[in-house]
């Protein structure tokens, strides 16, 4: 199994991006994703999760400003980020194989860096 990662950057306070994972080696439509991030310092956390049914769920702090989508065909999840804050600033992990918001699988994918300063 595989997870590609992509997408982050350097953003200013208030903008947005688009992440990317890309998976292979897995029957992904009948998998959930998630979006992990890790801040400086501090624990990993779970962000937001799609299920097979495209159920989704978001943690608190992103309800509103962040939208998790999937695409069976090209095999990809995707997370959009809107209305970036500084507190946003962490590696963004995707990752599947486990159970959607109780834990998290065996698969990751390599981390993308996300950047929210002015």
């Known amino acids: 199994v595989q997870l590609q990662a992509s997408g982050g950057g350097l953003v200013q306070p208030g903008g947005s991006l688009r992440l990317s994972c890309a998976a292979s080696g897995i029957i992904f439509s009948i998998n959930a994703m998630s979006w992990y991030r890790q801040a400086p310092g501090k624990q990993r956390e779970l962000v937001a999760f799609i299920t097979s049914g495209r159920t989704t769920k978001y943690a608190d702090s992103v309800k509103g400003r962040f939208t998790i989508s999937r695409d069976n065909v090209k095999k990809t999840v995707y997370l959009q980020m809107n209305s970036l804050k500084p507190e946003d600033t962490a590696v963004y992990y995707c990752?599947?194989?486990?159970?959607?918001?109780?834990?998290?699988?065996?698969?990751w994918g390599q981390g993308t860096l996300v950047t929210v300063s002015s």
């Open positions: 990752n599947t194989g486990g159970v959607a918001g109780i834990t998290p699988g065996d698969y």
